[in-house]
């Protein structure tokens, strides 16, 4: 079994990330997709960042019962920071049956090389890139085993979010799950 692997803070989960996950498996790219909420990454800043249950919690309000999509806190019990190449080698080790693709945006593409061992993580793993507005992708100058997926472009960010949610009074949840709005809504997250 093919495993996509999308990891991220999830801060909070969109509809982008969800079309995404549906794509892939519907287009065969995977044969599930795993939303891993990363407890740090340690190439962004931490702040305004939610703690890893209530992450954890909305991206399963989002995922729901979603036939080939999962959330996973695997890295939750990991030492940190959450490195890549030993999230996948760890999972490696407890799913020896399936194979793990790393599914990631351009733009971290854009940035693959400052990842903590990148070059061992090509060496294992094969790698689907899908379009970010901004971060165009060479095609011919990717290594064997990346592939660029032609998916839809979303128009949507987290960090939009969490910017309406704080600074807008009208806003409505628009790009979220209704059940991940009624719960910011209700803990009162982002505001």
Same mark, same amino acid.
């Given at each position: 079994?093919?495993?996509?692997?999308?990891?991220?803070?999830?801060?909070?989960?969109?509809?982008?990330?969800?079309?995404?996950?549906?794509?892939?498996?519907?287009?065969?790219?995977?044969?599930?997709?795993?939303?891993?909420?990363?407890?740090?990454?340690?190439?962004?800043?931490?702040?305004?960042?939610?703690?890893?249950?209530?992450?954890?919690?909305?991206?399963?309000?989002?995922?729901?019962?979603?036939?080939?999509?999962?959330?996973?806190?695997? &890295?939750?019990? *990991? %030492?940190?920071?959450?490195?890549? !190449? #030993? +999230?996948?080698?760890?999972?490696?080790?407890?799913?020896?049956? @399936?194979?793990?693709?790393?599914?990631?945006?351009?733009?971290?593409?854009?940035?693959?090389?400052?990842?903590?061992?990148?070059?061992?993580?090509?060496?294992?793993?094969?790698?689907?890139?899908?379009?970010?507005?901004?971060?165009?992708?060479? &095609?011919?100058? *990717? %290594?064997?085993?990346?592939?660029? !997926? #032609? +998916?839809?472009?979303?128009?949507?960010?987290?960090?939009?979010? @969490?910017?309406?949610?704080?600074?807008?009074?009208?806003?409505?949840?628009?790009?979220?799950?209704?059940?991940?709005?009624?719960?910011?809504?209700?803990?009162?997250?982002?505001?």
């Amino acid at each position: 079994m093919t495993v996509g692997l999308y990891g991220g803070s999830f801060n909070p989960i969109h509809e982008g990330h969800l079309s995404l996950g549906r794509w892939l498996v519907s287009h065969a790219l995977v044969d599930e997709l795993w939303f891993l909420v990363s407890p740090q990454n340690p190439l962004k800043p931490a702040t305004g960042l939610l703690d890893d249950d209530a992450r954890l919690h909305l991206a399963q309000l989002a995922v729901g019962r979603k036939r080939h999509l999962r959330v996973s806190d695997f &890295e939750f019990r *990991l %030492p940190r920071p959450s490195f890549m !190449v #030993h +999230t996948l080698g760890a999972l490696r080790t407890a799913y020896p049956d @399936r194979d793990f693709v790393l599914v990631i945006g351009a733009d971290n593409w854009h940035r693959f090389p400052q990842w903590y061992q990148s070059d061992e993580i090509l060496r294992h793993h094969r790698i689907l890139i899908y379009p970010r507005s901004g971060f165009p992708i060479d &095609e011919a100058s *990717l %290594p064997t085993g990346v592939t660029l !997926v #032609h +998916t839809p472009l979303f128009y949507i960010s987290s960090t939009q979010i @969490r910017e309406a949610i704080a600074h807008n009074p009208a806003y409505n949840g628009f790009g979220l799950n209704p059940r991940v709005w009624a719960e910011i809504k209700a803990k009162g997250y982002y505001r």
